[in-house]
């Protein structure tokens, strides 16, 4: 399988949601323990994110990247965010 230049930025995207995620744990921000748990954090700006770019460029957000992109992106910003969370 072959991704697109905007499913490698989506993927991209994710990773500095994970580390925004991660700094912000870090940082006392975010709450890891709280009702809403950072990871959730993560899968929300992914899914904002498609949606606003999705208006901007005049197409259906579930157009713009496939799903195993998402499923990709949403992986490495949770694994960016673990890592971020110790080594930031």
């Known amino acids: 399988m072959r991704l697109s230049r905007n499913e490698l930025l989506f993927i991209a995207l994710g990773?500095?949601?994970?580390?925004?995620v991660g700094y912000g744990v870090k940082a006392g921000f975010v709450v890891q323990d709280g009702a809403f748990p950072p990871f959730v954090i993560v899968l929300l700006g992914l899914g904002l994110a498609e949606v606003l770019i999705g208006y901007a460029a005049g197409r259906s957000p579930g157009t713009l990247v496939g799903m195993p992109a998402r499923f990709l992106a949403f992986v490495v910003?949770?694994?960016?965010?673990l890592l971020g969370e110790r080594y930031i």
Do not use: K, N, Q, Y
């Open 15 to 20: 990773a500095i949601l994970g580390a925004a």
């Open 77 to 81: 910003g949770v694994c960016i965010f």
